[in-house]
Protein backbone atom coordinates (compact mmCIF):
# COMPACT_ATOMS: atom_id res chain seq x y z
CA UNK A 1 0.00 0.00 0.00
CA UNK A 2 2.48 2.25 0.87
CA UNK A 3 4.48 1.63 -2.02
CA UNK A 4 1.58 2.87 -4.37
CA UNK A 5 0.43 5.89 -2.20
CA UNK A 6 4.40 7.09 -2.81
CA UNK A 7 4.33 7.44 -5.89
CA UNK A 8 0.83 9.11 -6.44
CA UNK A 9 2.32 11.85 -4.08
CA UNK A 10 5.05 11.99 -6.22
CA UNK A 11 2.99 12.41 -9.35
CA UNK A 12 0.46 15.20 -8.15
CA UNK A 13 2.87 18.07 -8.78
CA UNK A 14 3.52 17.28 -11.82
CA UNK A 15 -0.08 16.32 -13.20
CA UNK A 16 -1.20 19.93 -11.19
CA UNK A 17 1.41 21.51 -13.37
CA UNK A 18 -0.18 20.21 -16.53
CA UNK A 19 -3.47 21.28 -15.42
CA UNK A 20 -2.09 24.55 -15.02
CA UNK A 21 -0.24 24.49 -18.39
CA UNK A 22 -3.34 23.67 -20.10
CA UNK A 23 -5.84 26.55 -18.04
CA UNK A 24 -3.35 29.17 -19.08
CA UNK A 25 -3.38 28.25 -22.86
CA UNK A 26 -7.20 28.10 -22.90
CA UNK A 27 -7.05 31.24 -21.47
CA UNK A 28 -5.12 32.89 -23.78
CA UNK A 29 -7.14 31.46 -26.61
CA UNK A 30 -10.08 33.06 -24.95
CA UNK A 31 -8.63 35.72 -24.77
CA UNK A 32 -6.82 36.39 -28.71
CA UNK A 33 -10.63 35.45 -29.53
CA UNK A 34 -12.37 38.17 -27.69
CA UNK A 35 -9.51 40.93 -29.44
CA UNK A 36 -10.32 39.55 -32.73
CA UNK A 37 -13.89 39.79 -32.39
CA UNK A 38 -13.69 43.68 -30.82
CA UNK A 39 -11.13 44.17 -33.49
CA UNK A 40 -14.18 42.77 -35.90
CA UNK A 41 -16.80 44.94 -34.29
CA UNK A 42 -14.66 48.28 -34.95
CA UNK A 43 -13.63 47.73 -38.32
CA UNK A 44 -17.64 47.09 -38.89
CA UNK A 45 -18.24 50.30 -37.46
CA UNK A 46 -15.60 52.40 -39.57
CA UNK A 47 -16.73 50.71 -42.26
CA UNK A 48 -20.48 52.34 -42.05
CA UNK A 49 -19.18 55.45 -41.28
CA UNK A 50 -17.15 55.04 -44.67
CA UNK A 51 -20.03 54.23 -46.17
CA UNK A 52 -22.47 57.08 -44.56
CA UNK A 53 -19.73 59.83 -45.51
CA UNK A 54 -19.56 58.67 -49.05
CA UNK A 55 -23.17 59.11 -49.50
CA UNK A 56 -23.26 62.35 -47.84
CA UNK A 57 -20.71 63.69 -49.85
CA UNK A 58 -22.35 61.94 -53.00
CA UNK A 59 -25.57 64.08 -52.36
CA UNK A 60 -23.48 67.11 -51.96
CA UNK A 61 -22.41 66.91 -54.90
CA UNK A 62 -25.30 66.34 -56.51
CA UNK A 63 -26.87 69.36 -55.11
CA UNK A 64 -23.49 71.79 -55.53
CA UNK A 65 -23.61 70.72 -59.43
CA UNK A 66 -27.53 70.99 -60.00
CA UNK A 67 -26.66 74.77 -58.39
CA UNK A 68 -23.79 75.26 -60.63
CA UNK A 69 -26.04 74.73 -63.46
CA UNK A 70 -29.22 76.86 -62.43
CA UNK A 71 -26.46 79.35 -61.86
CA UNK A 72 -25.15 79.08 -65.11
CA UNK A 73 -28.70 79.03 -67.00
CA UNK A 74 -29.06 82.49 -65.43
CA UNK A 75 -26.33 84.41 -65.95
CA UNK A 76 -26.81 83.31 -69.63
CA UNK A 77 -29.40 85.10 -70.73
CA UNK A 78 -28.64 85.43 -74.20
CA UNK A 79 -28.61 81.63 -74.57
CA UNK A 80 -29.18 80.11 -78.26
CA UNK A 81 -32.70 78.19 -78.40
CA UNK A 82 -32.43 74.75 -80.02
CA UNK A 83 -32.47 74.78 -83.60
CA UNK A 84 -35.77 74.62 -85.36
CA UNK A 85 -36.32 72.13 -87.91
CA UNK A 86 -37.99 73.91 -90.91
CA UNK A 87 -40.03 71.37 -93.60
CA UNK A 88 -39.58 71.44 -97.28
CA UNK A 89 -41.22 74.54 -98.87
CA UNK A 90 -41.28 72.18 -102.30
CA UNK A 91 -43.80 69.85 -102.46
CA UNK A 92 -42.62 66.24 -102.25
CA UNK A 93 -43.64 62.67 -103.09
CA UNK A 94 -41.33 60.78 -100.88
CA UNK A 95 -38.97 61.31 -98.08
CA UNK A 96 -36.74 64.61 -97.85
CA UNK A 97 -33.91 65.91 -95.27
CA UNK A 98 -35.34 68.47 -93.48
CA UNK A 99 -33.80 72.04 -93.71
CA UNK A 100 -32.21 73.03 -89.88
CA UNK A 101 -32.44 76.36 -89.63
CA UNK A 102 -30.86 78.05 -86.14
CA UNK A 103 -32.66 79.63 -84.02
CA UNK A 104 -31.51 83.25 -83.46
CA UNK A 105 -30.53 83.73 -79.85
CA UNK A 106 -33.08 85.79 -77.74
CA UNK A 107 -31.95 89.70 -76.86
CA UNK A 108 -31.29 89.69 -73.11
CA UNK A 109 -34.25 92.50 -71.69
CA UNK A 110 -33.37 95.70 -70.28
CA UNK A 111 -33.98 97.33 -67.06
CA UNK A 112 -36.96 98.88 -67.26
CA UNK A 113 -34.46 101.92 -65.68
CA UNK A 114 -31.84 101.42 -68.29
CA UNK A 115 -31.69 104.06 -70.93
CA UNK A 116 -30.03 104.15 -74.44
CA UNK A 117 -27.17 105.88 -73.18
CA UNK A 118 -26.50 103.02 -70.61
CA UNK A 119 -27.51 105.10 -68.17
CA UNK A 120 -29.59 104.22 -65.31
CA UNK A 121 -32.37 106.36 -64.47
CA UNK A 122 -33.01 107.82 -61.24
CA UNK A 123 -36.42 109.08 -61.75
CA UNK A 124 -39.50 108.01 -62.97
CA UNK A 125 -38.63 107.08 -66.91
CA UNK A 126 -41.93 109.64 -67.70
CA UNK A 127 -39.58 113.34 -66.53
CA UNK A 128 -36.74 112.44 -68.82
CA UNK A 129 -36.27 111.66 -72.73
CA UNK A 130 -39.31 112.17 -74.55
CA UNK A 131 -41.27 113.41 -72.28
CA UNK A 132 -41.30 117.40 -74.03
CA UNK A 133 -43.05 116.84 -77.59
CA UNK A 134 -43.11 119.98 -79.90
CA UNK A 135 -45.42 121.23 -82.66
CA UNK A 136 -44.77 122.21 -86.11
CA UNK A 137 -43.68 126.06 -84.93
CA UNK A 138 -41.20 123.86 -83.10
CA UNK A 139 -43.15 125.05 -79.38
CA UNK A 140 -43.74 122.70 -76.70
CA UNK A 141 -47.30 121.85 -77.05
CA UNK A 142 -48.69 118.58 -75.48
CA UNK A 143 -51.29 116.65 -76.96
CA UNK A 144 -54.00 113.99 -76.08
CA UNK A 145 -56.39 111.90 -79.00
CA UNK A 146 -58.77 109.64 -77.25
CA UNK A 147 -61.50 107.51 -78.40
CA UNK A 148 -64.93 108.82 -76.76
CA UNK A 149 -67.01 105.29 -76.31
CA UNK A 150 -69.10 106.19 -79.78
CA UNK A 151 -70.42 109.67 -78.20
CA UNK A 152 -71.44 112.14 -81.19
CA UNK A 153 -69.31 115.71 -81.42
CA UNK A 154 -72.33 117.22 -79.35
CA UNK A 155 -72.48 114.96 -76.35
CA UNK A 156 -68.36 114.87 -75.94
CA UNK A 157 -68.40 118.88 -76.19
CA UNK A 158 -71.09 119.37 -73.48
CA UNK A 159 -68.75 116.75 -71.36
CA UNK A 160 -65.65 118.96 -72.11
CA UNK A 161 -67.09 122.05 -71.74
CA UNK A 162 -68.41 121.52 -68.35
CA UNK A 163 -64.71 120.09 -67.35
CA UNK A 164 -63.00 123.20 -68.58
CA UNK A 165 -65.65 125.69 -67.11
CA UNK A 166 -64.81 124.21 -63.58
CA UNK A 167 -61.05 124.07 -64.64
CA UNK A 168 -61.31 127.50 -64.16
CA UNK A 169 -62.57 127.59 -60.42
CA UNK A 170 -59.86 125.33 -59.00
CA UNK A 171 -58.16 126.10 -55.50
CA UNK A 172 -54.85 127.47 -57.08
CA UNK A 173 -56.53 129.61 -60.16
CA UNK A 174 -55.02 132.78 -60.47
CA UNK A 175 -56.84 134.25 -63.13
CA UNK A 176 -58.30 131.40 -65.64
CA UNK A 177 -61.32 131.35 -68.12
CA UNK A 178 -63.27 129.80 -70.71
CA UNK A 179 -61.57 132.11 -73.38
CA UNK A 180 -63.47 131.34 -76.62
CA UNK A 181 -66.43 128.39 -77.62
CA UNK A 182 -67.64 127.34 -81.07
CA UNK A 183 -70.70 125.55 -80.65
CA UNK A 184 -71.04 124.57 -84.05
CA UNK A 185 -67.27 123.46 -84.69
CA UNK A 186 -67.33 122.03 -81.28
CA UNK A 187 -63.95 124.15 -80.46
CA UNK A 188 -63.32 125.52 -76.92
CA UNK A 189 -60.17 127.04 -75.32
CA UNK A 190 -59.09 128.19 -72.01
CA UNK A 191 -56.61 130.78 -71.26
CA UNK A 192 -55.14 129.47 -67.80
CA UNK A 193 -53.41 131.18 -65.25
CA UNK A 194 -52.83 128.99 -62.68
CA UNK A 195 -50.27 128.18 -59.07
CA UNK A 196 -47.81 125.37 -59.85
CA UNK A 197 -47.07 124.64 -56.35
CA UNK A 198 -43.68 122.45 -56.05
CA UNK A 199 -43.51 122.34 -51.84
CA UNK A 200 -45.64 123.72 -49.41
CA UNK A 201 -44.94 123.87 -45.51
CA UNK A 202 -46.28 126.13 -42.50
CA UNK A 203 -43.16 128.22 -43.22
CA UNK A 204 -42.45 128.30 -46.22
CA UNK A 205 -44.22 128.40 -49.77
CA UNK A 206 -42.41 127.77 -53.35
CA UNK A 207 -44.60 128.02 -56.67
CA UNK A 208 -44.89 129.71 -59.86
CA UNK A 209 -47.18 131.57 -61.93
CA UNK A 210 -48.36 128.76 -64.50
CA UNK A 211 -49.86 130.23 -67.85
CA UNK A 212 -50.95 128.31 -70.88
CA UNK A 213 -53.58 127.51 -73.45
CA UNK A 214 -55.76 124.28 -73.50
CA UNK A 215 -57.61 123.85 -76.63
CA UNK A 216 -60.16 120.72 -77.31
CA UNK A 217 -61.28 120.15 -81.26
CA UNK A 218 -64.22 117.44 -80.91
CA UNK A 219 -65.97 115.45 -83.35
CA UNK A 220 -67.97 112.09 -83.36
CA UNK A 221 -66.32 109.69 -81.69
CA UNK A 222 -62.83 111.87 -80.73
CA UNK A 223 -61.38 114.39 -78.81
CA UNK A 224 -58.26 116.10 -79.05
CA UNK A 225 -56.54 118.06 -76.56
CA UNK A 226 -53.80 120.58 -76.65
CA UNK A 227 -51.63 122.23 -73.93
CA UNK A 228 -49.42 124.72 -75.09
CA UNK A 229 -47.86 128.43 -75.02
CA UNK A 230 -46.30 127.98 -71.68
CA UNK A 231 -45.04 130.75 -69.36
CA UNK A 232 -43.55 130.57 -66.36
CA UNK A 233 -43.48 133.57 -63.89
CA UNK A 234 -41.44 132.98 -61.14
CA UNK A 235 -40.64 135.17 -57.91
CA UNK A 236 -41.62 137.85 -59.69
CA UNK A 237 -40.15 140.92 -58.08
CA UNK A 238 -37.29 139.19 -56.61
CA UNK A 239 -33.70 138.71 -57.75
CA UNK A 240 -34.12 135.08 -58.20
CA UNK A 241 -37.12 135.74 -60.31
CA UNK A 242 -37.66 135.39 -64.55
CA UNK A 243 -40.63 135.09 -66.42
CA UNK A 244 -39.63 132.93 -69.65
CA UNK A 245 -41.58 130.65 -72.16
CA UNK A 246 -41.64 126.56 -71.68
CA UNK A 247 -38.81 126.41 -74.08
CA UNK A 248 -36.65 127.67 -72.18
CA UNK A 249 -37.44 126.20 -68.68
CA UNK A 250 -38.57 122.73 -69.39
CA UNK A 251 -36.76 121.70 -72.28
CA UNK A 252 -33.62 118.74 -71.79
CA UNK A 253 -31.11 120.65 -72.55
CA UNK A 254 -32.42 122.89 -69.84
CA UNK A 255 -34.25 120.44 -67.04
CA UNK A 256 -32.26 117.68 -67.04
CA UNK A 257 -28.54 116.56 -66.26
CA UNK A 258 -25.97 116.01 -68.86
CA UNK A 259 -26.64 112.56 -68.22
CA UNK A 260 -29.95 113.03 -69.48
CA UNK A 261 -31.01 110.27 -66.20
CA UNK A 262 -31.96 112.98 -63.99
CA UNK A 263 -33.60 116.07 -63.34
CA UNK A 264 -31.51 119.56 -63.12
CA UNK A 265 -31.35 121.07 -59.88
CA UNK A 266 -32.90 124.47 -60.80
CA UNK A 267 -35.57 123.62 -63.32
CA UNK A 268 -36.09 120.22 -62.93
CA UNK A 269 -39.10 120.68 -60.47
CA UNK A 270 -40.76 122.96 -63.36
CA UNK A 271 -40.34 120.02 -65.67
CA UNK A 272 -41.67 117.69 -63.14
CA UNK A 273 -44.95 119.69 -62.06
CA UNK A 274 -45.64 120.38 -65.73
CA UNK A 275 -45.79 116.57 -66.60
CA UNK A 276 -47.69 116.13 -63.79
CA UNK A 277 -50.49 118.76 -63.85
CA UNK A 278 -50.84 117.65 -67.68
CA UNK A 279 -51.00 113.91 -66.78
CA UNK A 280 -53.91 115.16 -64.48
CA UNK A 281 -55.93 116.94 -67.05
CA UNK A 282 -55.32 114.49 -69.63
CA UNK A 283 -56.73 111.49 -67.96
CA UNK A 284 -59.56 113.10 -65.85
CA UNK A 285 -60.64 114.55 -69.58
CA UNK A 286 -60.10 110.93 -71.06
CA UNK A 287 -61.69 109.21 -68.42
CA UNK A 288 -65.01 111.38 -68.59
CA UNK A 289 -65.52 111.10 -72.37
CA UNK A 290 -65.00 107.56 -72.08
CA UNK A 291 -67.79 107.31 -69.51
Not at 13 to 21: C, I, Y
Not at 167 to 193: F, K
Request: hydrophobic fraction near 40%.
Amino acid sequence: MKKIIIPIFMLLPLMTAQAQTVQTEEQQQLEQAQKQLEAAKKALEVAKIKAQAAKLKAQADSINAASAKAEAKKSNATEPEPAVVKEPTTPTTGWAVPVTVAAKPKEAAKPANKLANGTTAKVDMKYLAGAITYNDENKIEFTLDTDANGKTAKQIYDIVLKYMSELTQNEQNIASRVALVNDAEHVIANTMDEWLVFSQSFISLDRTEFKYQLIARISDNHLNLSLCRIIYNYEEGRSTGFKEPAEEVISDKIALNKKQNDLAKIFGKFRRCTIDRKDQIFAELAALVKQ
